[in-house]
């Protein structure tokens, strides 16, 4: 098998094959390799051998939403295949579904024996990654059963129980063991000449805490279809702009990609709801930085996310001070898990609070959806939760304390709590990191942003005057404050931060960009980093580097020091527009737009920051989340802040 993965999503589930179709269980690297739902891999290993031996792929698997491959056995010229193999495969709610259909090019009677060789290791996706780390799991114990149509593989650790069944239709002539803990059910087929016979194997996995009664759908087109609905819902009724069709597809492309990464929520009274996940593979779950900033971007379009992202947000909302998840009373959580090693405390992300931005961008949602929808009830229903999370930027936040939110790093979990959250990423332009308490600008643009939107609210929604007064000066106060002293004399640029002395971190970054978006900068300072940011060292071509270009800082290859993130362009755009830079938020759409086209009309999460001018395509960034939520909704931000032009 080669090393392209190719990825199936639907909900909270997702697969990742090779180009043959096939699972090989590997571990490490950028891309995990198998089935998995809620964090766990449900299928570790799924070979195809026909007579013995891997076949021969003779056209690959594409990316779409069903994976179809044709496969022969190995041979030469002058042997011509004896068969040939259709594979195609699908993913729904927590199963995996596979069509086999092997027809025989001879024409005389022929005997084809097919195996699929199925494992399920169960491993956690946090196992996965390539960061060194080992967990272990004590009393941990698997099962396999032979079923009179397949096989389930099972597994328990203490209360933790998963389980995984394969079955298949027509049975399998046998299940044999295999010396790894896989096992290989077979089959015998008598073919007539240039006769064919077809197989389906299903596969439904049952993690830990599901009690949902589910049936795996009969074919890949079922699942298919089931897909192909639920994206024709999300896009139905937008408006593309005729003029650009480039943009249109990159709209339509995205809003069928939000489609199938919505993932099961719980609301504050126990409803179901149907959230969108950060991204798969990593993070097909609910993280709310991600969860929020994508449905401000598809609020005009598809209001029904944030409908969805606030109440499921509000029901894990901190209530109590915890270190270990980094929680605080009202602070909005930053990533949801459900895997083993959360459920067990081995890591802390089971409900991790470490995100200093979630918070005031849940205030800023829920003014912007009452604005928008004219839906004043979830404003009203969440009004308690709204002040609890204006109270922690008040105190724990630091905005009554230090003038502005505070985070601090943390040893389990992450050094920086910004949307620029890996190691490093706060620096100075010389690429030392900050140190001590960090006050990362862009934050401060979303906490004024909030306490102005939440401001609206109390005096539409709640009939408070006197603490909208309040919220209102809170905001002019912070503005003041920030322009005082984040504002770079000398190279008439923002800080990306204030270190923990109150020191400017003095790169140049694309988080002022977030400055306009927020509103946070008088008009005179918004045009002068407006139009900074359009200058070819910050502007690649395809759109606004992390970082500025020509500094020590600077890497085309980091994750947040030099790369180009579609969500943060969007974001930028928006901001451009709203400070009348009109022909400046044309350029970076025009630039991501082209990005898109280049890609199959569809954005990842990030890509590298080489300039077009030296390279005539975007450059991927090697570990992106190749569905991404923020990236999907983004060029509907597009469409916001320049329409059709």
């Not at 392209?4 to 950028?30: E, K, M, N, Q, W």
């Not at 004399?489 to 002395?501: I, K, S, T, V, Y």
């Not at 450059?619 to 060029?635: I, M, T």
Request: net charge negative.
């Amino acid at each position: 098998m080669t090393d392209r993965h190719h990825l199936l999503v639907h909900g909270g589930t997702f697969a990742a094959v090779g180009d043959g179709g096939d699972i090989s269980g590997v571990r490490g690297g950028s891309f995990p390799d198998g089935l998995f739902v809620r964090d766990a891999r449900h299928l570790s290993r799924w070979q195809l051998t026909v007579d013995g031996a891997v076949p021969e792929t003779l056209s690959p698997v594409a990316d779409g939403d069903t994976a179809r491959c044709v496969l022969v056995p190995r041979g030469g010229r002058q042997e011509p295949p004896a068969h040939t193999l259709f594979r195609e495969q699908a993913v729904g709610d927590g199963s995996f579904v596979e069509s086999l259909r092997v027809t025989s090019n001879r024409p005389v009677p022929t005997t084809v024996r097919l195996a699929v060789t199925a494992d399920a290791d169960f491993t956690d996706q946090f196992e996965l990654r390539s960061d060194y780390r080992t967990y272990t799991k004590p009393g941990a114990t698997r099962t396999r059963e032979v079923l009179d149509d397949g096989v389930e593989f099972g597994y328990q650790r203490r209360e933790w129980r998963s389980c995984t069944t394969v079955t298949a239709e027509p049975a399998p002539d046998g299940v044999e063991e295999t010396g790894t803990g896989a096992r290989r059910l077979v089959w015998t087929l008598d073919l007539e000449p240039h006769g064919s016979a077809e197989l389906t194997l299903r596969v439904l996995a049952r993690p830990h805490g599901d009690k949902r009664a589910r049936r795996v759908p009969s074919s890949p087109a079922a699942l298919n279809r089931q897909l192909l609905s639920l994206e024709g819902e999300f896009v139905e009724g937008v408006a593309f702009p005729t003029g650009w069709p480039e943009l249109a597809a990159a709209c339509a492309r995205g809003l069928a990609d939000l489609a199938s990464l919505q993932v099961p929520a719980t609301g504050p009274d126990g409803e179901d709801l149907r959230v969108p996940a950060a991204g798969a593979p990593w993070f097909l779950t609910l993280l709310g930085r991600d969860a929020l900033l994508t449905s401000l971007f598809a609020l005009p379009y598809r209001p029904q996310l944030a409908a969805a992202t606030l109440p499921a947000l509000a029901a894990t909302q901190a209530t109590e001070t915890d270190a270990a998840s980094v929680a605080q009373p009202g602070k909005i959580v930053h990533e949801v898990r459900h895997g083993e090693l959360a459920h067990f405390g081995q890591v802390p992300y089971g409900r991790y609070y470490g995100s200093v931005d979630a918070t005031p961008l849940f205030l800023v949602l829920l003014g912007a959806y009452v604005e928008q929808t004219g839906d004043v009830s979830l404003a009203r229903r969440l009004e308690s939760h709204a002040r609890a999370a204006i109270g922690w930027m008040l105190d724990h936040g630091g905005l009554t304390s230090r003038g502005y939110l505070v985070y601090r790093a943390d040893q389990g979990g992450l050094a920086n709590q910004n949307w620029k959250d890996s190691p490093g990423a706060i620096c100075g332009a010389d690429g030392t990191r900050a140190g001590g308490p960090v006050m990362a600008a862009g934050a401060q643009g979303y906490a004024y942003d909030a306490l102005r939107r939440t401001a609206w609210l109390a005096r539409t929604a709640w009939k408070d005057e006197t603490y909208g007064a309040l919220l209102e000066q809170a905001a002019a106060d912070l503005r003041d404050r920030f322009q005082r002293d984040f504002w770079m004399q000398d190279r008439a640029f923002p800080a990306l931060a204030l270190d923990g002395e109150g020191r400017h971190v003095d790169a140049l970054a694309s988080d002022a960009g977030h400055l306009l978006w927020s509103g946070l900068l008088d008009k005179e300072y918004g045009e002068l980093v407006g139009r900074r940011l359009l200058e070819p060292d910050f502007f690649s071509g395809w759109g606004v580097r992390t970082v500025a270009s020509g500094q020590p800082a600077y890497h085309p290859l980091s994750y947040h020091r030099g790369s180009v993130w579609p969500h943060d362009n969007a974001l930028i755009t928006l901001g451009l527009a709203r400070y009348g830079l009109h022909d400046e938020a044309r350029a970076v759409a025009h630039g991501l737009v082209d990005a898109a086209t280049a890609t199959g009309h569809r954005l990842p999460e990030v890509l590298a920051g080489y300039g077009r001018e030296s390279h005539g395509e975007p450059v991927p960034y090697p570990h992106a989340c190749v569905r991404e939520a923020r990236s999907a909704a983004a060029p509907l931000a597009l469409l916001t802040a320049v329409g059709g032009a």
